[in-house]
């Protein structure tokens, strides 16, 4: 008996195979100016913030603090170096309505952004900085979406777009500090400011918010259908991007959907997941479900050679007063069982930092899923 059970015991760890190895690990904490009492003295609230998602970020390879400072028009309408007491059109919405009247000036910002990194610094974090770029139109006030210029957006998929023509106009661009010229392309434009901004400001990245690039969001009839000259026109974005970029990381914010569909209802080429350096499965709780969002997960992790791939988590809501925590608890465990359960094949996590108020994840919370995903079986 005892010969037997030897040789089994020898079987089943030979079946089993080398140790299972997680990937380096990308903690991405999406948070909103709403973290910051004072934008003018931010140390303080941001080492309480780094502090709070400690748990997480001490044992990750690398910590990305996506700082969604607006909705876009701040960076589409930055007119360089220059002007640092430009205001800032902010992320100040809840429920789609303004509800901060504070100002924030370009000198802030670079002010924060410098905070973030040296606090960092000093706790031995690998840390870098995004902002974003969103689609849409949902977070703060849109000057140059609703009104300079509203012929980037397409207003049926409510999407801003990429392939549309610009009208001239005399305004001083950072990337253009004598107008714009007629025809000029909606995406080439933005590029090139996103560029400018980022290396003005210190910025690590950008995440492409909201399946930014495609016309359209979420639902696979809300978009145009396939077609050759929309994903001919994916690709130059996306490539140009990553031109424009340099060392600068992009990210990209799925339509929560799998790639089959992503290509039927929205064009995405495989090959414009190649010029991305990180991909969000997107599952937040209030547009998806279970079903769609591992459906989802598991065909972007199919991509051959394709870049990490970070799982979702959903806790609170920086711009609706709705938390998964509370309004869909079994759906937020879930998405925390699924990080787990794909922990060596995704690139790392990725979860909205505060709420609508500012606050930040319970860190009971963030302890409890850290010691899980980090260390458990």
């Known amino acids: 008996m005892g010969l037997a059970l030897t040789v089994l015991l020898l079987a089943s760890c030979q079946d089993a195979g080398p140790p299972l190895v997680m990937p380096p690990q990308t903690i991405?904490?999406?948070?909103?100016?709403?973290?910051?009492?004072?934008?003018?003295?931010?140390?303080?609230?941001?080492?309480?913030?780094?502090?709070?998602?400690?748990?997480?970020?001490?044992?990750?390879?690398?910590?990305?603090?996506?700082?969604?400072?607006?909705?876009?028009?701040?960076?589409?309408?930055?007119?360089?170096?220059?002007?640092?007491?430009?205001?800032?059109?902010?992320?100040?919405y809840t429920d789609g309505l303004p509800v901060d009247n504070r100002t924030m000036t370009l000198s802030q910002l670079d002010g924060i952004v410098k905070a973030f990194k040296i606090r960092a610094a000093t706790l031995g974090i690998?840390?870098?900085?995004?902002?974003?770029?969103?689609?849409?139109?949902?977070?703060?006030?849109?000057?140059?979406?609703?009104?300079?210029?509203?012929?980037c957006m397409d207003w049926q998929f409510e999407s801003f777009?990429?392939?549309?023509?610009?009208?001239?106009?005399?305004?001083?661009?950072?990337?253009?500090?004598?107008?714009?010229?007629?025809?000029?392309?909606?995406?080439?434009?933005?590029?090139?400011?996103?560029?400018?901004?980022?290396?003005?400001?210190?910025?690590?990245?950008?995440?492409y918010d909201n399946q930014l690039g495609t016309r359209g969001k979420w639902l696979p009839d809300n978009g145009p259908g396939y077609s050759d000259v929309e994903a001919a026109a994916i690709t130059s974005f996306f490539k140009y991007s990553q031109e424009k970029y340099g060392s600068r990381e992009l990210m990209w914010f799925d339509s929560y959907n799998n790639t089959d569909v992503e290509r039927s209802t929205w064009s995405v080429p495989e090959a414009s997941y190649h010029e991305m350096d990180y991909i969000i499965a997107s599952g937040f709780c209030v547009v998806t479900f279970t079903h769609r969002y591992r459906d989802n997960l598991a065909s972007k992790l199919r991509i051959a050679d394709g870049p990490p791939v970070l799982a979702t988590l959903d806790y609170v809501d920086p711009w609706y007063t709705y938390n998964s925590m509370t309004a869909f608890p079994?759906?937020?465990?879930?998405?925390?069982?699924?990080?787990?359960?794909?922990?060596?094949?995704?690139?790392?996590?990725?979860?909205?930092?505060?709420d609508q108020l500012g606050r930040l994840v319970p860190r009971v919370r963030i302890q409890l899923f850290a010691a899980r995903y980090f260390t458990g079986p």
Not at 64 to 70: L, P, R, S
């Open 330 to 354: 079994g759906e937020s465990a879930e998405l925390e069982e699924i990080a787990i359960n794909n922990r060596f094949r995704v690139g790392g996590v990725v979860f909205f930092a505060n």
């Open 28 to 92: 991405v904490l999406f948070a909103t100016p709403k973290i910051l009492p004072d934008f003018a003295n931010p140390d303080s609230a941001i080492a309480a913030f780094l502090d709070n998602y400690a748990p997480l970020t001490s044992r990750a390879a690398r910590t990305i603090v996506i700082f969604a400072v607006g909705n876009s028009d701040h960076i589409l309408m930055y007119r360089g170096s220059g002007f640092r007491q430009d205001g800032v059109e902010w992320a100040r």
């Open 126 to 151: 690998t840390l870098k900085v995004f902002d974003q770029v969103d689609s849409g139109v949902e977070f703060a006030d849109n000057p140059f979406k609703w009104g300079r210029h509203a012929e």
């Open 161 to 207: 777009n990429i392939r549309a023509k610009m009208k001239a106009d005399t305004f001083t661009y950072a990337t253009r500090p004598n107008g714009i010229e007629q025809d000029t392309e909606c995406g080439t434009f933005l590029v090139d400011q996103v560029a400018a901004y980022m290396a003005d400001f210190g910025f690590d990245g950008i995440l």
